[in-house]
């Protein structure tokens, strides 16, 4: 009875007891390991060449590393197994040479008789024809074999040069005089005006005259400049608008008030106007400016395209979802060409390509002012999906050729825009 009233009690007092829950105990989180991803896992696994490098990899393979073949290799270069530096005594055909080390922009030999080349500076001092360095000769269009002028005088058996050809000695000439270096007709020396002469022993088939002296054009004077009205010819000056006196342009150059303008040639820095340096016989910008040149006006050509949608001028317009694609495998030899319309100063090239696998593997950039004949800019590239190209010192051309060095099978080869920077 006692227990019945203590629980009625407690149920009229509205008795609580507390809220007992279970505590739940932190535990350590189990940490598991992921592995690094592959070409990065410091492990040679997979398609890889050597270590984290390799075509089945972003990165090519650096000099020693493992290689069966160039393209595996950072460098472009696979001798005896192993990534190495091209260089002119390899035993192979790469940077810029036209042939196995020998032609090219990267100092090596010239390159003898049925060798590769692409212009005559590659050959041991014979013509180049059809790509293959020729004989010197007496037809080869080159001043060469002790001829003392192109194709003719000289010890060679060449026939003789022809008036204001130069010469060395009467032997050189057709009429067996020669007088300043160069080949005049009999009587040019007679201190008598006869001949063609226009005044005497000069202008006409002889040396060309002096300043005051008589002429009928402006070949017959030293200056270039004849007086018609006075015939006579005029002393070189800085406005006659003719390249005469020292003047390495027309009427400019350190001797004259007004400097050669860029891409004007030159002799010395001082030839230049301000600004601007002379760089293999050019006046160019003396530092970049890292501002990209406007493409306008700009026309793009290529070895090979695969589709109306994928032409190569959409590399010049501005717009990233266009792109140029080749619609063949990347192999040696072939191009993509960019024409500026004019000859222009330039400090780099960038090329961008957005597809992982079709940006050039390896490429090499030739220049051209005239679009017919080519000197290399670089030795060979290895390529990267935005490759910026630089330039200690400025390039003038007109034409840029980028030119593919490796055979990469299927992979084909893509860019998505290219920018051309002061």
């Known amino acids: 009875m006692r227990r019945l009233v203590c629980a009625l009690t407690l149920i009229g007092l509205s008795c609580s007891f507390p809220d007992y829950r279970v505590r739940e105990v932190d535990t350590p989180a189990r940490v598991v390991a992921e592995p690094a991803p592959p070409c990065r896992d410091g492990v040679r696994g997979g398609d890889e060449v050597d270590i984290d490098c390799g075509p089945a990899c972003a990165a090519g393979c650096a000099t020693g590393k493992v290689c069966s073949a160039d393209r595996e290799c950072a460098s472009g270069f696979c001798a005896q197994g192993l990534c190495a530096i091209p260089s002119c005594g390899d035993g192979a055909k790469?940077?810029?040479?036209?042939?196995?080390?020998?032609?090219?922009?990267?100092?090596?030999?010239?390159?003898?008789?049925?060798?590769g080349c692409a212009s005559v500076f590659d050959c041991g001092g014979g013509g180049c024809v059809a790509g293959r360095c020729?004989?010197?000769?007496?037809?080869?269009?080159?001043?060469?074999?002790?001829?003392?002028?192109?194709?003719?005088?000289?010890?060679?058996?060449?026939?003789?040069?022809?008036?204001?050809?130069?010469?060395?000695?009467?032997?050189?000439?057709?009429?067996?005089?020669?007088?300043?270096?160069?080949?005049?007709s009999q009587g040019c020396g007679d201190s008598v005006k006869n001949g063609d002469e226009t005044d005497v022993d000069c202008?006409?088939?002889?040396?060309?005259?002096?300043?005051?002296?008589t002429c009928q054009k402006g070949d017959d004077c030293g200056s270039a400049v004849c007086d018609l009205q006075s015939a006579t010819c005029l002393a070189a000056s800085c406005d006659d608008g003719v390249r005469n006196g020292d003047e390495p342009a027309t009427d400019c150059g350190q001797s004259c008030p007004a400097k050669c303008p860029m891409t004007s040639a030159c002799l010395v820095d001082a030839d230049c106007t301000s600004g601007a340096s002379c760089a293999e016989k050019r006046c160019v910008p003396k530092a970049a400016t890292g501002g990209a040149l406007p493409t306008t006006g700009?026309?793009?050509?290529?070895?090979?395209?695969?589709?109306?949608?994928?032409?190569?001028?959409?590399?010049?317009?501005?717009?990233?979802?266009?792109?140029?694609?080749?619609?063949?495998?990347?192999?040696?030899?072939?191009?993509?060409q960019v024409d500026l319309q004019k000859t222009l100063p330039f400090f780099g090239i960038e090329l961008n390509c957005t597809s992982n696998d079709d940006y050039a593997r390896s490429v090499r950039v030739l220049l051209s002012d005239d679009g017919q004949t080519f000197k290399a800019a670089t030795g060979t590239i290895a390529g990267i999906s935005t490759l910026r190209i630089g330039f200690a010192t400025a390039r003038v051309a007109r034409y840029i050729k980028l030119e593919l060095e490796?055979?990469?099978g299927a992979l084909w080869w893509r860019i998505d825009e290219l920018r051309v920077f002061q």
């Open 406 to 408: 490796q055979d990469t």
């Open 134 to 184: 020729q004989a010197p000769s007496c037809s080869d269009g080159i001043q060469n074999q002790a001829e003392s002028d192109v194709d003719c005088g000289g010890k060679q058996a060449c026939g003789p040069c022809l008036s204001k050809q130069r010469c060395v000695d009467a032997a050189d000439c057709l009429n067996a005089q020669c007088a300043q270096g160069r080949c005049q």
């Open 203 to 213: 202008g006409g088939s002889c040396a060309s005259c002096s300043a005051a002296a």
């Open 94 to 115: 790469n940077r810029t040479e036209t042939d196995v080390d020998c032609g090219g922009s990267d100092g090596c030999t010239t390159c003898a008789v049925g060798r």
């Open 298 to 336: 700009w026309t793009a050509t290529a070895a090979a395209t695969f589709g109306k949608d994928t032409l190569p001028g959409n590399v010049l317009d501005g717009n990233g979802a266009t792109h140029w694609t080749s619609g063949l495998g990347q192999a040696p030899g072939q191009w993509f």
